[in-house]
T-cell receptor, first 114, second 112 residues
Framework: NAGVMQNPRHLVRRRGQEARLRCSPM?????VYWYRQLPEEGLKFMVY????????ESGMPKERFSAEFPKEGPSILRIQQVVRGDSAAYFC????????????FGPGTRLTVL | GESVGLHLPTLSVQEGDNSIINCAYS??????FIWYKQESGKGPQFIID?????DKRQGQRVTVLLNKTVKHLSLQIAATQPGDSAVYFC???????????FGRGTSLIVHP
């Protein structure tokens, strides 16, 4: 039973480029959450999605960041016009039901902006 | 809102000792608590959870204690092994929210 998968594991971008991070939830899970982790810090919630719906994006910056979870395919976190401050580890988690509180995390994508 | 803090950023122990990692939270309405382990370069891994209607829960070599009076949570690891070396996070969820608030993490270092 494959866990949460994320790719790429490492992503290097220059300032002004776009970054696309992908997340495939665990089999049978229809809820996806994105978090950002800065060095030496805990995880900060960004966005919660179900298939084709954004449920809560209260933790996501209003500009340059967007997320989607299409009917088919992985969830995508997209960062446009990246800046050095976007450098961080981005983790995706999934759960089968919103009411099931336990979220299972993927290995993360480490974004470095040069 | 919720704030979650850990008492010690780093904990060093000898192999075979018991480890205790602490966490404090601020919201008395918090009702679900999770401990995660994060090894270097990996995502957080679920260890154990507890709900507010309990004060103790045991797993394999791990015990979570919840003291709602002082809003304190601890993770005890028995017979700590080098493989337990990692950063440990507590995460707290309040009032039916699906979004946990994470603490900053305690780095556990196990010396052989």
């Amino acid at each position: 039973n494959a866990g949460v998968m994320q790719n790429p594991r490492h992503l290097v971008r220059r300032r002004g480029q776009e970054a696309r991070l992908r997340c495939s939830p665990m089999k049978g899970h229809s809820h996806v959450y994105w978090y950002r982790q800065l060095p030496e810090e805990g995880l900060k919630f960004m966005v919660y999605l179900q298939k084709e719906n954004i449920i809560d994006e209260s933790g996501m910056p209003k500009e340059r960041f967007s997320a989607e979870f299409p009917k088919e395919g992985p969830s995508i976190l997209r960062i446009q016009q990246v800046v050095r401050g976007d450098s961080a580890a981005y983790f995706c988690a999934s759960s089968p039901e919103r009411n099931t509180d336990t979220q299972y995390f993927g290995p993360g994508t480490r974004l470095t902006v040069l | 809102g919720e704030s979650v803090g850990l008492h010690l950023p780093t904990l060093s122990v000898q192999e075979g000792d018991n480890s205790i990692i602490n966490c404090a939270y601020s919201n008395s309405a918090s009702d679900y608590f999770i401990w995660y382990k994060q090894e270097s370069g990996k995502g957080p891994q679920f260890i154990i959870d507890i709900r507010s209607n309990m004060d103790k829960r045991q797993g394999q070599r791990v015990t979570v204690l919840l003291n709602k009076t002082v809003k304190h949570l601890s993770l005890q690891i028995a017979a700590t092994q080098p493989g337990d070396s990692a950063v440990y996070f507590c995460a707290v969820t309040s009032g039916g929210s699906y979004i946990p608030t994470f603490g900053r993490g305690t780095s556990l270092i196990v010396h052989p």
